[in-house]
């Protein structure tokens, strides 16, 4: 059975980093691209940044481009986020995807995990 398990989220003040973990279990963790994504009660779920399993490319949202650096440990099957120069804006429940790239059904999904950022 797939499982994905995030950790490392925390309260935290602005201008701080943090480093959130995901590891994966019970699928072939290299042949998934690892997505991060974010939600804030009342919107959307944000794709943050996401790294792809063939050519190890990545991809960020804007909205953290240049302050966030997502990164993969295929023999820990473990994707990271190391945050850094954190603003409250920030705050959000941030969730593991893990996503076949040639078939969308095999999606999995970590049960996320609470940052705050507040001074």
């Known amino acids: 059975q797939a499982q994905l398990v995030e950790s490392g989220g925390g309260l935290v003040q602005p201008g701080v980093s943090l480093r959130l973990s995901c590891a994966g279990s019970?699928?072939?963790?290299?042949?998934?691209?690892m997505i991060w994504y974010r939600q804030t009660p009342g919107l959307e779920r944000e794709m943050v940044a996401r790294v792809t399993s063939v050519s190890n490319s990545k991809i960020y949202s804007d909205s953290v481009k240049g302050r966030f650096t997502i990164s993969r440990d295929n023999a820990r099957n473990t994707v990271y986020l190391h945050m850094r120069s954190l603003k409250p804006e920030d705050t959000a429940v941030y969730y593991c995807?893990?996503?076949?790239?040639?078939?969308?059904?095999?999606?999995?999904w970590g049960q996320g995990t609470q940052v705050t950022v507040s001074s």
């Open positions: 995807n893990a996503q076949y790239p040639w078939r969308t059904e095999y999606t999995y």
């Open positions: 019970g699928f072939t963790f290299n042949t998934y691209d």
